[in-house]
């Protein structure tokens, strides 16, 4: 039996997310469907993070075992011919046999685009979230800054299946910080892990912020508060892209 790694980019626009559900296309469970196929007996596919539906990967990285002894650049072809075209696989290799790619990560990068124009061009629609409105744009740059550091961001999730296990919501940001790209106002947050919706609502905080609807001390309050979903409106999923998983070296 061999461990093999793989880099994935995907469209997540027509997708439920990256976990399997009944009768709903999700991206996990097409790639399971199409290593079945190579295998010839179901395959489970584990992520490094599961992304919500709608939301788009540049660089999401998945574990699998094989028995085939297809070398991992054909095994990249060959899965490219069988998946659809909004999911492409990057790069296949030969992992250790006990790599997992979500409790091995280091740290994962998200990204947030904004579209701030007024109007937004069809071509970017599904890839940013139009914002024209009105927007201290300062303010959610400096705001951006607060998430930095360790902190309880139960405020910030969302009712997840995995509450009942009662872990903990405290997460590590690395990095927190907003910038302009043409018309696009960008947020990028790397973290050593993320709960669900937190980045979306982490995003809907900071456009409450530029609104002037929350200041500065209000987002302290909330990342001191513990209230579950208390935070701002969640953002939409089409803007948010899962950017790169870190490992250690060797991994």
Known sequence: MRRIRITLAYDGTDYHGWQVQPSLPTI?????????RIEGKPVQVT???????????LAQVAAFDLENRIPP???????????PPAIRVLE???APPDFHPRRDALSKTYEYRIWRAEICPPFQRLYVHHFPYPLDEERFISAARLFE???DFTAFAATDEKDRLGGSKVRRIFSSGAFHEGERLIYRVT?????????????GTLLEVGRGRLDEAGVAEL?????????????????????????????
């Open 28 to 36: 996990q469970g097409t790639l399971q469907q199409v290593l079945a």
């Open 47 to 57: 992520g490094a993070g599961r992304t919500d539906a709608g939301v788009h990967a």
């Open 73 to 83: 650049d054909n095994l990249r072809r060959a899965m490219n011919r069988l998946l």
């Open 92 to 94: 296949a290799r030969e």
């Open 149 to 151: 550091g360790e902190h």
């Open 191 to 203: 973290g050593n892990g993320f709960l669900k919706h937190m980045v979306r609502n982490m995003v």
């Open 223 to 251: 990342l001191r508060s513990g209230r579950p979903a208390s935070a701002g409106p969640t953002a939409p999923s089409c803007g948010l892209f899962l950017v790169e998983v870190r490992y250690p070296d060797g991994l």
